[in-house]
């Protein structure tokens, strides 16, 4: 689950990390976290980056991206007010290229700036996103929105590498 609080008094809840925006959301994909997974329990959560892991069958398998230079990105694990803490080999849905998505900035971010994800080291952090200029680091995508300290911020998921002119992402 997220760690942002929530107050349940309010009249309309104020968005969450891995909430996609009220616009049209043309790619989101439902997909299996690796069961081989070496992810420590309860950091699969919302908000967190994800990466296609080879596997033979129908089913398309991800797993967390490690860091900025472990990729390439395929797309970002989306809220469900179902369930927020996954395990190994459970089903989930992935919001992809197209979409747009709340996360959490780490520090200030400007409107259009690449950004990478730093997926959590503890069940009580958030994964988050800053600005990313470095080359051969993965980017998950690009801000749509700004802010001048950390915060939720909209992400426009555009995956990319950073020094080179396309990265290919095939499902």
Known sequence: MSH??????????SAVIGQLTMDPQPATIPVQF??????????MT???AV???????PQIIVDATLSP???????????????????????MNVATKGNIIHLASS???????????????????????????????????YAVGQNSAAGLIRIAIDPGLNGA???TIAP
Request: glycine residues 10%.
């Open 51 to 57: 990466k296609l892991v080879a596997f033979v069958g």
């Open 34 to 43: 690796n069961p081989s997974s070496s992810l420590g329990t309860g950091l």
């Open 69 to 91: 230079s472990d990729g390439p990105v395929y797309g970002v694990v989306e809220y469900s007010k179902q369930k927020n803490v996954y395990v190994p080999g459970d089903q």
């Open 107 to 141: 520090a200030a971010v400007n409107r259009g700036a690449r950004v990478s994800v730093t997926n959590p080291a503890s069940t009580a952090n958030d994964p988050t996103v800053a600005t990313d200029a470095t080359s051969g680091d993965y980017t998950l995508g």
């Open 165 to 167: 002119s396309t990265v």
């Open 46 to 48: 919302a908000g967190v």
């Open 4 to 13: 942002l609080s929530l107050n349940q008094n309010q009249f309309t809840q």
